[in-house]
């Protein structure tokens, strides 16, 4: 790999993970209670959320809704008309409750599409009954694309600032963003001491990374459980990590196929992982400001 390759790449890691510390840094996300109105959502939303609520009653009720719904297709489908009949009533049902459970979202269910997919259901028509099937869809559709994601972050993903870490290295406890910080700094020391002539000190900082990327895995467990699970963190990951190792082993390690196997951890895993988590927390930081 090209060492301009690798540079680029380090350069955005540390720029993203700058971010998170800045925030945290200024007292952000893992300081002040997160209101739903600062992701954009009606503040009447947290009643039926955890911790305020004992489940999801929102997401529930809209798994609920969806069943109801689908199901309906599945009747048409089979030209089961009778049954796409009596299940359009409970979806009707469960729609209008739904409607109710947050007053700032009252314009977002409209009865007109749900009251003429009743009356093509009644017509017996086809053409008629798929049309209006569609049109109640996009109505789910438009509100799932405006909302989702806001709602996912609120309630769905935990702030990763507020994840703390055991740094093997210094020994003390910092925060997730500023770990990262650690991380990319014995990642880059690596090539950088390489491409200079010092190999000793190259291996220093493998050493440093490759303690600080064990550690890492357990940072998983914060917001994942211990149930077995296979991350970015996994075997896979550790023997690339441990290609490092062997590439400096050599007497003089090769600059080149250092810097291969450096960047086959960055993209394999860094870069994989930044990709999951990073627009999540980045979106929930932009929220909250």
Known sequence: MRRSSLINLTA?????????????????????????????????????????AEQPEYLVRMLGLNGHFVGIGIDLA?????????????????YLELAGLVPEWRDRFPADPVDALGEALASGDPARVGAAFGAVGAVCAGCHHQSMTAVAHRYHWPDANAVTVVDPVSGSTVGHAEFMHQLDFSMTGITHDVAQGQPEAARA??????SRFEALAGTCEDCHGTEERFY?????????????????AAEPPDPAAVGAAVMEVGVSTCHRCHLVHVPAAFTKIAAQH
């Open 78 to 94: 089979q030209g089961e008309v009778e049954h796409a009949t009596a299940g359009f009533q409970a979806f009707r049902n469960a």
């Open 232 to 248: 970015f963190t996994d075997q896979g990951s550790m023997a690339r990590v441990e290609a490092i190792g062997a590439a400096l």
């Open 205 to 210: 900082h493998y050493r440093d990374f490759r």
């Open 12 to 52: 955005m890691a540390a720029l993203a993970v700058a971010g998170a510390g800045a925030t945290a840094a200024t007292g952000g996300a893992a300081d002040a209670p997160i209101l739903a109105a600062s992701h954009g959502l009606p503040a009447s939303l947290d009643a039926l959320y955890p911790p305020l």
